[in-house]
């Protein structure tokens, strides 16, 4: 199985802050990673889509890169919609794996 | 707008097997291009992916969760089932049913809301 590790686990930051998220897969999936954000109670929703693809009706200040084994997702200026969870996916090979998830938390 | 609506026993007891079933609507789930399937997560806990089923049949499951699954879709009533044996505590999570795209880049575009299953006596 493909292990997908994220960074940090949570994160505290203000309304404005510039937030980096980063995830790393344990062997090269090229670009078969994608990201999704979790609301408490919540489905999680898809954001980014083959790294750095931004799914349709995301905000732009959602942005993402990477390839081979380490990603990046980014918000540019944090919104108070944007306090949630965030999980990291590969989709390279089956099992799917998906990242333990980044809690973004408010400052 | 496709939509997933999940559904099922919310409480199973250990050893029982656990049954829900996914209706879609607004759309077909008989076309190429989709795989059909499970992802669940543990209270508190993270996303684990169960399986899931291409339209020709063909289906995919979790090394972990292999000897105990069945996903299955039935095309007529525009529904995907899942069947989980023999659980255990273990197997409480809220179950979610997903659509993923086929080949590259295989992302989950569309999720149901979600049902929680509690496995207790």
């Known amino acids: 199985d493909i292990q997908m590790t994220q960074s940090p686990s949570s994160l505290s930051a203000s309304v404005g802050d510039r937030v980096t998220i980063s995830c790393r897969a344990s062997?090269?999936?090229?670009?078969?990673l994608n990201w999704y954000q979790q609301k408490p109670g919540k489905a999680p929703e898809l954001l980014i889509y083959?790294?750095?693809s931004l799914q349709s009706g995301v905000p732009s200040r959602f942005s993402a890169s990477g390839s081979g084994t380490d990603f990046t997702l980014t918000i540019s200026s944090l919104q108070p919609e944007d306090f949630a969870t965030y999980y990291c996916?590969?989709?390279?090979?089956?099992?799917?794996?998906f990242g333990g998830g980044t809690k973004v938390q408010i400052k | 707008q496709l939509q997933l609506q999940e559904s099922g026993p919310g409480l199973v007891k250990p050893s029982e097997t656990l049954s829900l079933t996914c209706t879609v609507s607004?759309?077909?789930?008989?076309?190429?291009?989709?795989?059909w399937g499970w992802v669940r997560q543990p209270p508190g806990k993270g996303l684990e992916w169960i399986g899931s089923?291409?339209?020709?049949?063909?289906?995919n499951y979790n090394p972990s969760l292999r000897s105990r699954v069945t996903i299955s879709v039935d095309t007529s009533k525009i529904q995907i089932s899942l069947r989980l044996t023999s659980v255990t505590a273990a197997d409480t999570a809220v179950y979610y049913c997903?659509?993923?795209?086929?080949?590259?880049?295989?992302?989950?575009?569309?999720w149901g809301q979600g049902t929680l299953v509690t496995v207790s006596s």
């Open positions: 997903t659509r993923r795209g086929a080949g590259y880049p295989g992302q989950m575009d569309y």
């Open positions: 607004g759309g077909s789930i008989s076309s190429s291009g989709y795989h």
């Open positions: 089923m291409y339209y020709t049949g063909t289906t």
């Open positions: 062997q090269s999936i090229s670009s078969y």
């Open positions: 083959a790294a750095s």
């Open positions: 996916q590969q989709s390279y090979s089956t099992p799917l794996t």
